[in-house]
C-alpha cells in the first residue's frame, strides 16, 4: 500500500484484558513512532524504532505498555491489564530515514475503548 | 507540563478570508517546527514547516510565521476555504514530535 496502514481501527476492550494494535509503515521507512491521542488533546509520543532497534521509549506510560518491531517492519504495540485510562486513539509514524521530519506520515489510528 | 501550546480550541472563518491559527512553545531548545491538518477518522497529514533559522515559510495560501524570542509560531490561510475545515496541530521537534492540543477551524461558505 501507498501509506501507513493500522489495524484494527476501532477496538472494545474488557478492563483487564490485553489488546495488540498493528502498524504496517510505508515501505522502505526506516523510522518508526506509536503516538497516544486522548480525546480532544494532541498526539503524544509513546515509543521510536529504528529498525528492529527500539530507541526511544521513554513515553510509554507504564510497564503495561510494551512494543516491538522484531523484522524491522511491521510493529505491534501491546497493552496488558488495559484500564479505562487507556482509552484513546493510537497513531503510529513512519518516517525515511534522512528524510527532514516533515514526511513523518501518519496511519488513521486504532481508537481503543476500554469499558 | 505542556512544552507546546494551542489557546485557541476553535476557531470560525468565513470563506475567503485569513485564517490566523496561533502556537506558543516553552523550550528555547526547539529547532524545528510543523503544523499538521487532521480530518475525523484519519490520521495527521503533514501541511507545512520550518526551521528556527528562518522566520516565514511559504507553501501556497499556508504561511508559517516565526517569532522566536516570543517563542510563538502562527499559520496563515489565505484565502481560506471550506475544505480547510479540520483540526489544526502544531508540533515542535525533529523526530519525536510535541503536539499541541490541537485549533479546530470552521471555514463558513
Request: glycine share 8%; proline share 6%.
Amino acid at each position: 500500500g501507498a501509506g501507513v496502514s493500522q489495524s484494527p481501527r476501532y477496538k472494545v476492550a474488557k478492563r483487564g484484558q490485553d489488546v495488540a494494535l498493528r502498524c504496517d509503515p510505508i515501505s522502505g521507512h526506516v523510522s518508526l513512532f506509536w503516538y497516544q491521542q486522548a480525546l480532544g488533546q494532541g498526539p503524544e509520543f509513546l515509543t521510536y524504532f529504528q529498525n528492529e532497534a527500539q530507541l526511544d521509549k521513554s513515553g510509554l506510560p507504564s510497564d503495561r505498555f510494551f512494543a516491538e518491531r522484531p523484522e524491522g517492519s511491521v510493529s505491534t504495540l501491546k497493552i496488558q491489564r488495559t484500564q479505562q485510562e487507556d482509552s484513546a486513539v493510537y497513531l503510529c509514524a513512519s518516517l525515511w530515514t534522512g528524510a527532514r521530519p516533515d514526511t513523518q506520515y501518519f496511519g488513521p489510528g486504532t481508537r481503543l475503548t476500554v469499558l | 507540563d505542556q512544552q507546546v501550546k494551542q489557546n485557541s480550541p476553535s476557531l470560525s472563518v468565513q470563506e475567503g478570508r485569513i485564517s490566523i491559527l496561533n502556537c506558543d512553545y516553552t523550550n528555547s531548545m526547539f529547532d524545528y517546527f510543523l503544523w499538521y491538518k487532521k480530518y475525523p477518522a484519519e490520521g495527521p497529514t503533514f501541511l507545512i514547516s520550518i526551521s528556527s533559522i528562518k522566520d516565514k515559510n511559504e507553501d501556497g495560501r499556508f504561511t508559517v510565521f516565526l517569532n522566536k524570542s516570543a517563542k510563538h509560531l502562527s499559520l496563515h490561510i489565505v484565502p481560506s476555504q471550506p475544505g480547510d475545515s479540520a483540526v489544526y496541530f502544531c508540533a515542535a521537534g525533529g523526530g519525536k514530535l510535541i503536539f499541541g492540543q490541537g485549533t479546530e477551524l470552521s471555514v463558513k461558505p
